[in-house]
């Protein structure tokens, strides 16, 4: 019996559980393969007892559906950074990879596949440099990854996104307000510039493109003159104005983010306030809404697509690479090219300008 | 020609076009009636000039299955009341009723349906007592009017939260943490209380039953050894501890409300931390959410309901009632028992009951 | 170690796994019962081998989202009517009810929950006047019970219906086409006539009000006059014509229903064509769309309280009654009370006037 | 004043109302251009009298988020064969392109944008061919045109047909049921494959992939055995078995489709018990609630930008040509060359490859 053990690590997206189920499918149609879950992430490995579960097809019944993951999750720093508590109480980090390697081979792993994020795709290259047999499936629901056209996930954040733009219009328009809405985006703003184009948005606001508070403060003005007599504005996490101000929190403590959740739409209410404003403002912070519930059907595919051809790999043994998406084609890209570039809004891509097409000021 | 006119006031709410539609449909039965909407309530009339608009089966069309109010509303202080700022810039209030019933007269207005909350049904009252011919009806998100099994949006809301309930489960179990939802409910619970039953919460915090702390850590420790490993806490915006705390910010700003968005949230997950809670905890505040988007086919029922039967005690000259829902019937209650009594929840009620079957802690 | 059996029976209902869920949770806090399901209602203890699965807190874990119910269910005929195959190949039924009774005991069952409709609440109180320790709760999606306010799974339907009428309005508009939407209600109209009343359609022909096909083209035409250029009929699958004309199949196959799927809508279709009507028209079946999917919170409520309510009579010992909703209360009929009534729609009741107030045509 | 001409043809499709906005949001930013809508694609034109509609910013004030068309659509035949009823009662058809051409002038119309399918696309190139400036934008539902990755419409159909199987499945698991939906996909079987994968479907079948009966049943016995005990069927509407049979039915009427909706369905329950299953099947047919309601945010961005590309063609004078969406890019096709190729389905493509290594049987 051959076994492939799959992991999820970094922040949940939903369709994690539609690739667990798809490699697991894949695997059940060998005769010699078994397919094994660490919980959360290397921490099932590493951790005594370890923590694993068996994944037949009963264990996997309809999980594409969910979100969330039911292998769990984390966020920690993985086996080469592992947090370790120090003498004094303060947190540092130990290299146990090689420890993690022993073991996986004592388990009778013949491959991994590592659902992750970024930092998860450069262990699973450091791994791989030491000799595991490792495929790794891209998961970031920013869609901030060049090497894939998209990844699984950020469609259905998109879609929560733009339903809450939705919902907000109707309160903005019957109390003549400015509404603010908060989405996801540290150093990309895809789901804001999708969220703000398929919303019917006044203005969109992202790390890429520094806003001007003054050219905001413009476009709501005319929005209220032209008789429509409210604003919606979508805002990146991370988007900062054009002083290069950004809300950052640094922050020492493991597992925890950096930024204040609702800092930049506080912030910009703030700064709207002071360029004289003078609606009523309200914000809202969508939060941990945009990573939960069922994935919508676009991400359950492509994560069912990413899970098969991930198993695929492992059966042709084509290890050292991470599946990706390119039209109409799920491929395998090496690690090293795989997480090279990051996937940034241009100023002036084909998404932006249809944006300014239909009226959305970005703050430029 | 005879002329009703119908305003909506108060905070937004699923429901009202419905109501709105339903009252102009009514009277496109009848040969000799027109049906006027004033702009932001009682803001239409008085302002100058009169912002008022003719509605029509045309104006109507559809709009039940849209959030909001087409005709707008406005927290500000009504006819007996109307906000001025003083010459030192502060700002007061002075009575325009009397203005305001010479221009409704002047305006041809032969009744008033005056769709809104606790404050809008005395106004109503107050004017009725003036002479003027107005029926109520009742609009409180929060339901928490004991004239009236039901009030509409109601149900949309508890909907909406049940529905952030499910999404942030999955990450929850995902991540292992204590994820902490605030949602309406200043007075009272009826929402968390029903988003807790509806979406499998652990805890439930409510205005009517002070939490301990302690109470609420006990539960969540005993979730996380009975291996489901995650805790879920719906809490009413106006939740308060035994020792009476509650996280209000008073302000004088018109129109602005008291309790501060999230502060509910952030104060229960710094009292966990306090109280030792050693898991990763998050909160997630619904805000504007839960007042936008399509009213679900309850809550539209109930308002046209509400619509027809409001514009039939028009007809009936039956004026100085508020009609309300007493299953299977809607009814007329005079102004004076309408507002008489709230609806809270009681600890011993079925609902509560309810929750604590399925082992909702309730802090208590 | 005492034991409580649960079934669920008739056609499948959203909350199912709610009331199921419910029961598990009520019963854990107590120290020494046991909850059993048995598989395919009464088929379960019946076959052999018997089919039972022990539901224990993570048995249960969240099913309460889940449409369906985890136990199966069968529209069989039950212990006193249970299906044989004759020699002859045709179907005949033999009383099975002594078995069940004496199997039970072997078994160590206590008590028996039987969640179902009609025919089930039928067999519970049969079996009750045998002995059995039997509680009852209702399900008919179909809302056609007259001793509780309302049943689970009902609001859920309605709510889906609605979808569908908003859903088919866009492209009705667009083609300005007569859409005819058919939805359960073989004896009774609710789901028809709330879809109607929510969605805003023009005609609504529900079992109770037989109707006219002239009154209906009448309603068409002025639809289409008024300037709006489509109309929407809403249609319950048991509606019938004012010459009593009902579109039945009679079938003597075990467990199949005696209405054509679509039989109303096509004979709608074909006479408003033979009335003359000039256009374009489509129809669209609901079918089993309406039973399926996660039910809304009010529901997910409603089925929560009937479980811990269920439970509760249980370990008070008071059996032979079903459970019902009596706002804003949960009380507990004797079953001989519990299906003596049925509850159609009036032609003069609140909804029907709502709806008429609404300009909706009845077809009378 | 110029003026361009903006029309919709073919069945109605979710996204057509984001084009129209995004047309004339864009068109709004010139000082000299005007947006005349076309009722009833060119019927509007041609009909006297002439039917047209001004399209400014309030005209399409947040219609992309309504599905159907607020210009009216038609499947008639269009300016070359306009459909002309003969002295015999029969229709025939006339040529009347050169009348419109010079109505246009008359009307002063500088550039058409007609957004449809195919059958639009070629009276497009036709009309450019005699002279007219057009420009087109793609719309089909079912996604099969190859000289685009995608076609607006398309995901939230896919979305919908994805809920219905979820719907489905608890139904069909309650009741240990085949399940059969019927969805969308005369001649590419598009949406079934997505919707199969998408919700977790066991057999897919589609019309590029004739179906072997045999190996459903097969596939159909492999489920109830291996203890899942259900089985759920997507079935495209144009699906033939490998004797190439389909369930057509040719009509000469106008206007009216070849296909029987439902056709495939039924025939295929009756092939199932012909082929001896032995299971209780039922089937569901979306039809045209797979047209209708708001479409997902994937749709209205992809509508939103080839909208805006569409008035961008017309601004930069590049007519006779399509847009047309290669990602990450919105670019312009000639009209030739856009509608040269289909985009079917292939055995071995990548979608396909997902879905078998899912398990899902494609009936070959």
Redesign the interface.
């Known amino acids: 019996m051959k076994r492939v053990l799959v992991l999820?690590g970094g922040?949940?997206c939903p369709g994690?559980n539609a690739v667990i189920?798809?490699i697991v499918?894949?695997a059940?149609?060998e005769k010699d393969w078994e397919v094994i879950g660490s919980i959360?992430a290397f921490d099932g490995v590493l951790k005594e007892p370890t923590e694993i579960m068996v994944l037949d097809?009963k264990a996997v019944?309809?999980i594409?559906?969910?979100?969330?993951?039911i292998i769990?999750?984390?966020?920690k720093g993985g086996p080469f950074a592992w947090p370790i508590k120090n003498k004094d109480g303060s947190w540092g980090e130990v290299d146990r990879s090689d420890e993690m390697i022993r073991k996986l081979q004592y388990m009778g792993i013949d491959a991994v596949i590592s659902i992750g994020g970024d930092g998860s795709q450069r262990i699973s290259q450091a791994l791989f440099e030491k000799g595991m047999n490792v495929i790794g499936v891209p998961k970031t629901i920013d869609n901030d990854l060049s090497s894939t056209?998209f990844t699984f996930g950020y469609?259905t954040a998109?879609?929560i996104?733009?339903?809450?733009v939705?919902?907000?219009?109707?309160?903005a328009?019957?109390?003549?307000r400015v509404?603010v809405l908060e989405v996801m985006g540290r150093y990309a703003g895809w789901i804001a510039l999708?969220?703000a184009?398929?919303?019917?948005a006044d203005v969109c606001l992202i790390p890429e493109i520094p806003y001007d508070i003054d050219k905001v403060m413009e476009k709501i003005e005319s929005r209220y003159h032209?008789d429509?007599g409210y604003a919606l504005i979508v805002v990146a996490e991370g988007a900062k104005n054009i002083n290069g101000e950004l809300v950052t929190k640094k922050s020492d403590e493991v597992?925890y983010e950096n930024l204040r959740l609702?800092g930049v739409a506080s912030r910009l209410v703030a700064d709207l306030k002071e360029a004289g404003c003078p609606y009523?403002m309200?914000?809202?912070?969508l939060?941990?809404?945009q990573?939960?519930?069922?994935p919508?059907?676009?991400d359950?595919?492509l994560a069912?697509?990413f899970?098969?051809?991930a198993?695929?790999l492992v059966l042709e043994e084509d290890f050292g690479k991470m599946v990706a998406y390119r039209?109409?084609?799920?491929i395998a890209v090496p690690f090293t090219e795989a997480i090279a570039k990051y996937n940034f809004v241009e100023k002036d891509?084909?998404?932006v300008?249809?944006g300014r097409?239909?009226?959305i000021c970005f703050g430029d």
Chains 1, 2, 3, 4 share one sequence.
Do not use: F
């Open positions: 999820t922040g949940d994690l189920r798809a499918h894949r059940s149609q959360q097809e019944q309809d594409h559906a969910l979100g969330g993951t769990g999750t984390t966020n056209d469609q998109v879609q996104a733009t339903e809450a939705d919902k907000l219009k109707t309160t328009m019957s109390h003549n509404l999708c969220a184009i398929a919303g019917g032209k429509k597992g609702g009523d309200r914000e809202t912070i939060g941990h809404l990573r939960g519930g069922s919508i059907a676009y359950r595919i069912t697509q899970g098969v051809k198993m695929e039209h109409p084609d799920i891509s084909a998404l300008q249809t097409g239909v009226g």
